[in-house]
């Protein structure tokens, strides 16, 4: 009796296993490698790694400012869902020529970085703060050290800012205010049912490690004291524009948001309204007089 009882035990096992082996390919980022360097730019760089959470160590580039990079400004980069530091190759160019030393890396299981299992928003956070740790060790000036992040790297930032005082500057670019309502948007997307995608998000609240809303973005913004720019495309079909209008509504008067009407989620930069905005931004909260030449 005692054995037969134990097999829908072991039914039940073998589901579990399977649905999270599924979950877990489904969200797995793809490790691409890098097809461009700020060599491409005409920039020198250094390749480098550096340790992160759990003893791992991430792919990035360091970039010193052209002149005086003792005495520059230091920003870290910070890529979205699926991609790697080349994607911010379009900010390193007028961020170079402003004068600022920059770092920009691969978030973990992304890129040339380690892997710990299935990325998420949370691992951004401590990626960005193991960043921070490196660009001083480097001998950033402490009180002059900023963060500019993409989607999910743009979350990622405030999280890690609103729990590391040495971040005195942010910048995100179509950041989202909750990773449930992501994660919901997503599987409504794929057209996953209603009782399904329930499960699925309670498993990656489960894998994640702590509640999604401890972690939202939109919770943890007004911890932030420091000067924060949310950039977003009011046309982004990835990340929906109310995130943004969510997040400025969170935060407190440090807060600002630049809506472009004509954007999507991956175009920010290109448009005119963008690097006036964000070079002053930086340029109040890191005192720095910033020309992108």
């Known amino acids: 009796m005692v054995l037969w009882a134990l097999v829908p035990l072991g039914v039940l096992g073998l589901l579990a296993a399977g649905f999270s082996l599924t979950v877990s390919r489904a969200y797995r980022t793809p490790q691409t490698p890098h097809e461009q360097t700020p060599e491409d730019l005409g920039i020198a760089f250094e390749p480098l790694r550096f340790p992160t959470a759990g003893g791992l160590s991430l792919a990035g580039w360091w970039i010193p400012a052209a002149e005086d990079p003792a005495g520059a400004p230091t920003l870290i980069l910070i890529h979205g869902w699926s991609r790697n530091a080349e994607r911010m190759l379009p900010f390193v160019g007028p961020l170079h020529r402003a004068g600022f030393n920059l770092l920009a890396f691969d978030a973990r299981c992304h890129g040339q970085s380690a892997c710990d299992g299935v ?6 956070s401590e990626d960005i703060r193991a960043a921070v740790s490196e660009i001083l060790r480097r001998g950033a000036d402490p009180g002059r050290v900023g963060v500019l992040g993409h989607s999910v ?24 205010a909750h990773p449930r309502d992501m994660t919901v948007l997503d599987l409504s997307r794929r057209k996953v049912p209603g009782p399904l ?53 969170a935060g407190g008067p440090n807060v600002r948001r630049l809506l472009l009407p004509r954007c999507g989620h991956s175009d920010c930069d290109g448009d005119p309204a963008f690097w006036p905005a964000v070079l002053e931004h930086l340029d109040i909260a890191l005192q720095e007089t910033a020309n992108p030449g």
């Not at 990325?119 to 951004?124: Q, V």
């Not at 005082?165 to 950041?175: C, E, L, Q, S």
């Not at 998000?201 to 973005?217: C, F």
Request: hydrophobic share 55%; charged share 15%; aromatic share 4%.
């Open 119 to 124: 990325a998420n928003m949370l691992k951004f």
């Open 153 to 176: 790297g743009g979350a990622g930032t405030i999280h890690a800012a609103a729990n590391d005082p040495r971040i005195r500057a942010v910048v995100t670019v179509g950041a989202f």
């Open 197 to 249: 995608a329930r499960l699925i998000v309670a498993y990656v609240q489960h894998s994640v490690g702590v509640s999604l809303d401890e972690i939202a973005p939109e919770n943890v913004i007004a911890r932030i004291a420091v000067p924060v720019l949310l950039v977003h495309g009011e046309q982004d079909e990835v990340v929906p524009v109310e995130h943004a209008l969510r997040l400025a509504s």
